[in-house]
């Protein structure tokens, strides 16, 4: 039988505060969504400022990192590719700003950011995934 490594709430407190950190220290009104590895939630925080839709936004991007065990921009760089059948893709969200959270080889998570520019989103998205070291 197979065992896996799956997040506590420390660990996942810990990335909520580090994601923050870094949001707020760049002045970036974001939302912050953290998904297990099924991409079933596990933390959200929308800063002062957010969008209501960076809600929404923020949480289908750490699912689809997740589910699909990459970034999630890669299937943006795919669609902008020419591969525009992944916009219609149950469960997937196109666009830039979640990572997957690794930990020893495994994928046990992600974070999903919105709110800002795509990259600013994905650089708050990788400072929390990579608060656990």
Known sequence: MNSK???SQTEVSQILAAARDEAQANQWAVSIAIVD?????LAFERLDGA???SAYIAT???RTSALGRRESRLYEEMVNGGRT???SAP???CLEGAVPI???G??????GVSGVKSEQDAQVARRGAQSLG
Do not use: M, R, Y
């Open 102 to 104: 690794i930990v020893d």
């Open 37 to 41: 590895d099924g991409g079933h939630p």
């Open 60 to 62: 289908e991007k750490a």
């Open 51 to 53: 969008s209501p839709a």
């Open 106 to 111: 495994q994928v046990v998570g992600a974070v």
């Open 5 to 7: 490594v799956v997040l």
């Open 85 to 87: 059948a992944f916009l």
């Open 91 to 93: 469960l997937l969200i």
